[in-house]
């Protein structure tokens, strides 16, 4: 039987089997971040540095550690959705926001030493527009699937976009586009994926979805606009150095 908020969005198909595919787009987006990061950090003690990298500080890995935790984690919460063991998902739901404030932190933290550790050239400082975007944006989005934890609809679809934001670094690992398209063609695979279950099933779309998830590919492009400003440069540059 439906819960409130899903009765309101007539479907087509059961619950259980809408829970299914949350839970396997969960484990997609898990694959993403294991293949984005395969050759650049998980397999560096066998295959060595990238060229012209530097080898990762304790912070470096203690953020890897969170989002690795934090994806993993995702994967298990929506299964145990899928198998009804909804209290032992909401006791985990503590955990999950302890790694969602280690995200807020480490995130930005690692962006902008990084910057410092690489020189602080204009290239580095230019691109914290995407750094510290993506900290806002999954900041807000994910901090949002924790306020709405008790909308269900609600709540999945904002986990999952809120991914978006976390996959633009894998994904820019992968394959480099112009204009920063890389962060957009890959995560945007999250938000496809919803756009055509929400119409599989409902024949029409969520509002996170039909609001959201496009917002946050928009969200990814911005940067282009603003990495080179001077005002931006100028920001960063004081940023850095208080830093430093």
């Not at 003690?45 to 995702?74: E, M, Q, R, Y």
């Not at 599989?200 to 959201?212: I, L, P, S």
């Not at 496009?214 to 931006?232: T, V």
Request: charged residues 10%; proline residues 6%; hydrophobic residues 55%.
């Amino acid at each position: 039987m439906n819960s409130p908020s899903q009765a309101k969005l007539k479907s087509n198909v059961s619950l259980a089997t809408e829970r299914r595919f949350f839970a396997w787009l969960s484990v997609a987006v898990l694959a993403m971040t294991i293949a984005g990061f395969l050759n650049t950090y998980l397999l560096v003690p066998l295959i060595g540095l990238p060229k012209d990298s530097l080898p990762p500080t304790p912070l470096v890995h203690i953020h890897a550690f969170v989002f690795f935790s934090w994806s993993i984690l995702l994967v298990v919460q929506a299964w145990l959705v899928v198998s009804n063991r909804t209290i032992r998902h909401k006791q985990l739901g503590l955990l999950g926001l302890i790694l969602y404030f280690g995200l807020v932190v480490t995130g930005p933290l690692v962006a902008v030493r990084s910057a410092i550790r690489y020189g602080g050239s204009t290239d580095e400082l230019a691109f914290l527009a995407v750094s510290l975007g993506n900290a806002a944006a999954y900041t807000l989005i994910l901090g949002a699937a924790f306020l709405l934890r008790r909308r269900p609809d609600f709540h999945k679809r904002l986990m999952l976009v809120g991914m978006v934001a976390l996959l633009t670094a894998p994904f820019g690992r992968l394959v480099p586009f112009p204009y920063l398209l890389e962060h957009v063609v890959g995560p945007s695979v999250v938000v496809i994926a919803l756009a055509a279950w929400d119409f599989h099933a409902y024949r029409k779309f969520h509002f996170v979805t039909k609001v959201v998830g496009p917002a946050i590919l928009l969200w990814e492009l911005l940067p282009n606009f603003y990495m080179n400003s001077d005002w931006w440069l100028t920001f960063t540059r004081w940023l850095v150095r208080i830093a430093a």
